[in-house]
């Protein structure tokens, strides 16, 4: 295949061929071969004479046609939110550490938590004959990927399950974890906890919304609907959803943050606010415990995900494994302070 | 090419060929050819009957074939130090970006700060013949991506310079940048001033040294051995680093830290020092401004770095750009406490 480098529509028409490295080394095309792909058969006077030629031209092997004939092409895709929020940042390095020791390289897109997107992304992998998908959807409906499935892909979804198919899904446990740091602010001695998290249609959102709303009931504590904020988590909507849980006549006394991006815009609002509020945060992040207070928060292991997820990604293509899983991990919770707080008055 | 699906060794032996799609619509394969790929000369009737097989047999072009016969494969690779490094987080995202404008998608690698791992995954992206590179180097020898450049792979160099060729790179100022830091420093009072920094063979370690250097010696200011460090950016040696500088009967009464790896360690060691040491650090980072005292920086723009990077890039791949050239991005000081403290005692 690599004689199609030689079509002057070629940006790589410079690069050398086969053909050029037998013609310089006085061999015919099947030695040369034999060489490039470590074959036996060749004397070692032959093989040094095209390693010299190989040398000399500055040969290099096209893996893309080698792969596309073997049908793998040692590549995989990881389609995630936003390669710039630090939560990815562990998780996308653990999946290329798996996929390295399969030596297989990772494409790496952001869906911008946008379906559409999403859809773009994964397509376009797929086109592009990747062997495996790991996917953070942004999505509620994976049904176009059904053929690339059937064809072969192996799919891995991570942080929010697959909608409306069967397929392998690494979960944290948001429910649990939301449960643990609501409780943990109720045995505190808070009865007006707020809870702002991202939008209601992801996943993760959801299900810490209804942890927090198990730990409301186990406390037998109705839930006041001004206490719960749901929605994008740029810093102006979460900002005003803390001020005016913070305001009023009665306002909260302590706010559950949904993740990290919402935990950082509450702790600029109560940094102003000059009164103690207390506060627990989904997910861990860097500086947490240098803040005064310490932010306590549920922490899960975004490296733990990506692994996870990358092994059985490759497990399921050398064909080990058979019907989907839906994976677990714990979450921990980790108190540095700020979610130790009384309640203020 | 689509037919090498069809042998038996293949994974995706069960994705449908454009033969499939002639057969079930009862057309030639030159028709279904012009339908996929938006050519003239297929009556409305035709191209609906091809669509319909299409959607019935959920046929997907195979974009891997196509990009290797027209010799582009719409594919860039961006290599950097570490994929969980927040400071990568804003220039992979906005190298994604403008990737995703031209159509094209993005490997995504760690070098771990290996220059062999660097020149590993580098060569295996060319191998896999990607459009173009984003490289931020590990290692000061590029002579080995000569072959690669010459072949027509447009290669662009961010963070730090290329070492042994001549190709385009975009950097941040960082010799004046820390030179203003440094300064900064010394108006505050101080004389005795610590520099922690990365190991001396990366180029932005070396060129921050420099500066700190200048910056120093335009004060008049003499530097003893002891006020530098340079050497790996894990937590143990910089804290060791730190609280060596620290100690004493003559200990400095400033730190400059060398990038947000180190600044990070710093602020953690006098968190427990219990006496104010001044502290501004090259690179911000999240939540800076909400410790006490807030952290004075030298911020250079990780996003633009990225972006300028990949439009140089895509430049470079219309045919645009003739001779590789040096841009270089200024740094921005932002004063927030920790920089103003006046010495100790």
């Not at 036996?40 to 390693?51: F, H, M």
């Not at 409301?216 to 988590?233: K, N, Q």
């Amino acid at each position: 295949m690599p004689e199609i480098a030689r079509r002057p529509e070629n940006r790589y028409g410079n690069r050398p061929t086969m053909k050029d490295v037998a013609a310089r080394a006085g061999v015919g095309l099947k030695t040369v071969s034999r060489v490039v792909n470590g074959e036996p058969g060749v004397t070692a006077d032959t093989e040094r004479r095209v390693q010299e030629a190989i040398e000399a031209l500055g040969f290099r092997r096209n893996d893309s046609a080698r792969v596309l004939r073997k049908g793998r092409t040692a590549s995989i895709g990881l389609v995630l939110e936003d390669l710039a929020d630090p939560f990815y940042g562990p998780l996308s390095r653990a999946v290329e550490e798996v996929a390295r020791a399969h030596g297989a390289l990772l494409f790496n897109g952001s869906s911008a938590e946008d379906p559409d997107r999403e859809q773009e992304l994964a397509l376009a992998l797929c086109a592009r004959r990747v062997d495996g998908l790991v996917i953070i959807p942004a999505g509620g409906d994976h049904r176009y990927l059904e053929p690339e499935i059937r064809a072969g892909v192996a799919t891995v979804f991570v942080d929010r399950p697959a909608g409306g198919i069967d397929a392998d899904v690494v979960l944290s446990d948001n429910h649990g974890g939301a449960r643990a740091g609501v409780a943990h602010l109720v045995a505190h001695g808070h009865r007006r906890i707020g809870f702002i998290g991202d939008m209601p249609r992801i996943h993760t959102a959801a299900e810490r919304l209804r942890g927090y709303r198990t730990a409301m009931e186990d406390a037998g504590i109705p839930v006041e609907p001004s206490w719960t904020s749901l929605g994008a988590t740029v810093p102006e909507r979460v900002r005003r959803a803390a001020e005016e849980m913070l305001s009023g006549p009665a306002p909260v006394t302590a706010i559950f943050a949904g993740n990290n991006r919402v935990t950082v815009t509450v702790v600029r609002v109560l940094a102003e606010l000059g009164r103690p509020v207390a506060l627990v945060g989904f997910d861990d992040f860097e500086l947490a415990d240098l803040l005064r207070p310490g932010i306590t928060v549920v922490a899960q292991d975004s490296g733990r995900l990506g692994r996870t997820a990358a092994d059985r990604l490759f497990r399921r293509l050398d064909g080990a494994l058979v019907a989907p899983e839906r994976v677990e991990l714990p979450t921990r919770l980790i108190t540095r302070g700020s979610g130790e707080l009384p309640p203020a008055g």
